[in-house]
């Protein structure tokens, strides 16, 4: 079988995006078949790795040129954590870099993350297709 | 949201590989049954059963996992589930909790109360028992990298209502392998966890006879993408590695064998699922009795908990949650697990309401006392299918077990990031599998209607004011404790850490007595013995 979702393959080339985990929250799995995902797309992957900060994110973002950071949180701290990395982008002169946030988001919080600024959310019912399709519409 | 791809009107075909991989046959004949592999209900191999008489003895345990925000509001919530006719706890614990950060840690702030209830010390835990009676309930904590000091905290609170340590019953999951494999919960490096779960059992065994201090579990990385074969091959090699700890550290299998105990994740592949814990069953009897030569059959016991729910529940049409959860519950009985979780209908997107939670209740209890398959023992034992299948899940899990043999074993494929890696490639063909429709997820890529919304009626809303509550409580007892108390208890601590051989279970529930902070506790054996430092491969 193949890993990558064909319709998908190559719409990121050149592009370059952190995947984090920030809080404390340890369900990984889906930012890493996310990473996969994007990085199966063309895209370059930098995956940070557990219990992140958003200062710690928002400094590897800055610091590695990206144009996207997306954020997979599953403990319901979205809201906070999605706040306090777009603030630390702003201090660090870096609003351009789009933020993405995927994990378990209900619904109601669609509207206040996009008036935050946030780019796109993803949820498990989407096929890696969509989000890699959204993703690139959102980067060119 | 939704591609044309997930559109699908023809009705899909069945196929004839499960979903662990297997090829089924259309047709099972006589020639699949070898009555002397399958043995008797509460005879070895255990194949259909640890007891002879099923669940006429004694039904499972209907354990529903549950607790947020504060412990006053967790304490009303486990009142409210005994009244509903459970038998046991099972107490969910906030991040900051369960990664060893106390609540005024800037890290810990946006997560305290989120997933599970703040327990920081021993005040909360005396108010989340609070007119509970510890000798009569059994209580499970999904606890790990701070397993030790959970369990040093409820034994503190036994000490103080003048409970005898030895009526205690319950459970700490205490597995730290699979939190560095799929769940995150991780603190120390591996080789300091390994000794820090081994004086959690040693001293368990002496102390509370009665109380499960492991609960090896498959069911995280189950839900991260392993597979039912895999998640049982992972489940068995962990579980081996610390039979070897303890025995390195001078435990008797005979005897630390009869307390460790497992759990799994039911997904909705029926056969799969009870033919996973039938074979898992007689694999571990048999290793018990093969390689470590235990003869007493309690020491070769599988004696399992699991969930019903988890992945395999679906944000769509989320109402059909209940059909899958009753049917997951349904193999779960078959196969003969000892405690049952089943998840609430809503639990895919948030903590269940009283509503959905007294739902999953009832599941249970419908199917313990209306349905009757748990009348008579094994009901499945002997079909011909059914110990075809059982013969070539085990083979499956054996396949998976030699591999990670031959790559060093379980600890090494985890410090190396070789084990997180490949769950993460089997999680992505998972989803690939869903995303292209092979995989049959009605209500989301097959049977979808486009113009619904997934209603879940009530939602559950955490009261806001819980993380300020939290912490005006946790400065009270910094406030009101005795510090050279506590610096003292930790110091010992610390002394204690320093040395391989000492048991650590004394020194932690001194410090729980003098209400040191599970912060406190963390950072004393961080100096100690560092951190965990993930490897970041993919």
């Known amino acids: 079988m193949s890993v990558t979702p064909e319709r998908a393959a190559a719409l990121l080339q050149g592009k370059r995006i952190v995947v984090a985990k920030p809080g404390l929250d340890g369900h990984d799995i889906g930012a890493k078949v996310i990473a996969l995902a994007l990085r199966n797309a063309g895209a370059e992957v930098i995956y940070t790795g557990l219990r992140k900060s958003p200062e710690h994110i928002a400094r590897v973002?800055?610091?590695?040129?990206?144009?996207?950071?997306?954020?997979?949180?599953?403990?319901?701290?979205?809201?906070?954590?999605?706040?306090?990395?777009?603030?630390?982008?702003?201090?660090?002169?870096?609003?351009?870099?789009?933020?993405?946030?995927?994990?378990?988001?209900?619904?109601?919080?669609?509207?206040?993350?996009?008036?935050?600024?946030?780019?796109?959310?993803?949820?498990?019912d989407q096929s890696?297709?969509?989000?890699?399709?959204?993703?690139?519409?959102?980067?060119? | 949201?939704?591609?044309?791809?997930?559109?699908?009107?023809?009705?899909?075909?069945?196929?004839?590989?499960?979903?662990?991989?297997?090829?089924?046959?259309?047709?099972?004949?006589?020639?699949?049954?070898?009555?002397?592999?399958?043995?008797?209900?509460?005879?070895?191999?255990?194949?259909?059963?640890?007891?002879?008489?099923?669940?006429?003895?004694r039904l499972w345990?209907?354990?529903?996992?549950?607790?947020?925000?504060?412990?006053?509001?967790?304490?009303?919530?486990?009142?409210?589930?005994?009244?509903?006719?459970?038998?046991?706890?099972?107490?969910?614990?906030?991040?900051?909790?369960?990664?060893?950060?106390?609540?005024?840690?800037?890290?810990?702030?946006?997560?305290?109360g989120k997933v599970g209830v703040s327990l920081s010390n021993l005040g909360e835990a005396e108010v989340l028992f609070n007119g509970l009676d510890l000798a009569a309930i059994s209580t499970s904590f999904t606890i790990n990298g701070t397993a030790a000091i959970i369990y040093a905290m409820y034994l503190a609170v036994a000490d103080k209502r003048g409970v005898p340590r030895a009526k205690l019953t319950g459970t700490i999951q205490n597995d730290i392998l699979k939190e560095y494999v799929a769940r995150g919960t991780w603190i120390f490096p591996v080789r300091p966890s390994m000794r820090l779960i081994a004086d959690t059992i040693l001293f368990s065994n002496d102390?509370?006879?009665?109380?499960?201090?492991?609960?090896?579990?498959?069911?995280?990385?189950?839900?991260?993408?392993?597979?039912?074969?895999?998640?049982?091959?992972?489940?068995?090699?962990?579980?081996?590695?610390?039979?070897?700890?303890?025995?390195?550290?001078?435990?008797?299998v005979e005897k630390f064998a009869k307390r460790l105990s497992f759990f799994f994740y039911v997904h909705m592949d029926f056969f799969d699922e009870v033919a996973k814990f039938r074979a898992g069953r007689r694999l571990w009897a048999q290793l018990m009795k093969e390689r470590y030569g235990v003869s007493d059959p309690?020491?070769?016991?599988?004696?399992?908990?699991?969930?019903?729910?988890?992945?395999?529940?679906?944000?769509?049409?989320?109402?059909?949650?209940?059909?899958?959860?009753?049917?997951?519950?349904?193999?779960a009985v078959m196969g003969g697990a000892q405690s049952i979780f089943t998840?609430?209908?809503?639990?895919?997107?948030?903590?269940?309401?009283?509503?959905?939670?007294?739902?999953?209740?009832?599941?249970?209890?419908?199917?313990?006392?209306?349905?009757g398959i748990a009348r008579s023992v094994d009901p499945l034992g002997g079909s011909y299918f059914v110990e075809h299948h059982t013969d070539r899940m085990q083979e499956s899990i054996e396949g998976v077990m030699r591999e990670i043999d031959d790559y060093g074993g379980v600890i090494k494929a985890i410090e190396d990031g070789w084990l997180q890696m490949r769950l993460a490639e089997r999680a992505l063909e998972r989803k690939l599998r869903i995303d292209s429709g092979e995989t049959v997820v009605v209500g989301q890529n097959h049977f979808r209607r486009d113009d619904q919304r997934n209603e879940i009626g009530e939602v559950f809303h955490l009261d806001p004011t819980v993380a300020g509550r939290v912490l005006e409580k946790y400065q009270r007892v910094r406030d009101t404790r005795s510090a050279v108390a506590v610096d003292a208890s930790l110091a010992r601590l610390a002394q204690a850490a320093a040395n391989d051989g000492e048991n650590l279970m004394p020194y932690l529930i001194d410090c729980c007595h003098a209400y040191a902070t599970v912060g406190e506790m963390v950072a004393t054996l961080k100096k100690e013995w560092g951190e965990f430092q993930e490897p970041v491969r993919l």
Do not use: W
């Not at chain 2, 639990?347 to 209740?361: G, L, Y």
């Open chain 2, 61 to 112: 345990t209907i354990r529903q996992y549950s607790g947020f925000g504060t412990a006053e509001e967790s304490n009303e919530r486990y009142r409210f589930l005994l009244d509903q006719g459970q038998t046991g706890l099972s107490v969910a614990l906030d991040l900051p909790t369960q990664c060893g950060y106390d609540p005024i840690d800037p890290i810990a702030r946006p997560e305290i």
């Open chain 2, 1 to 57: 949201m939704n591609a044309p791809e997930s559109r699908r009107l023809a009705s899909p075909q069945l196929t004839q590989i499960s979903a662990a991989g297997i090829d089924v046959p259309v047709k099972a004949g006589a020639e699949a049954v070898d009555p002397y592999r399958i043995g008797e209900p509460g005879a070895y191999p255990f194949t259909r059963g640890i007891f002879p008489d099923g669940f006429r003895g």
């Open chain 2, 298 to 331: 309690k020491a070769q016991h599988f004696r399992f908990g699991v969930v019903c729910g988890g992945s395999s529940l679906v944000a769509a049409q989320p109402y059909n949650n209940i059909v899958r959860v009753a049917v997951e519950t349904m193999a």
């Open chain 1, 128 to 140: 890696l297709a969509e989000v890699v399709e959204s993703l690139a519409r959102e980067l060119t």
């Open chain 1, 61 to 124: 973002a800055v610091d590695e040129g990206v144009d996207a950071v997306g954020l997979s949180v599953l403990s319901g701290s979205h809201r906070e954590l999605v706040r306090q990395l777009l603030d630390e982008l702003k201090r660090l002169d870096a609003a351009d870099i789009k933020v993405f946030v995927g994990g378990t988001i209900p619904a109601d919080d669609f509207a206040e993350l996009a008036s935050l600024g946030v780019r796109g959310v993803y949820t498990s």
């Open chain 2, 343 to 371: 998840c609430a209908f809503d639990e895919a997107f948030q903590i269940p309401t009283e509503f959905s939670a007294e739902i999953a209740v009832r599941t249970q209890q419908m199917i313990a006392y209306e349905s």
């Open chain 2, 207 to 252: 102390a509370t006879p009665r109380f499960n201090p492991i609960s090896i579990a498959g069911a995280h990385v189950r839900d991260a993408g392993a597979t039912a074969a895999e998640e049982m091959a992972y489940t068995l090699a962990n579980g081996l590695a610390y039979v070897e700890e303890l025995r390195r550290r001078g435990g008797d």
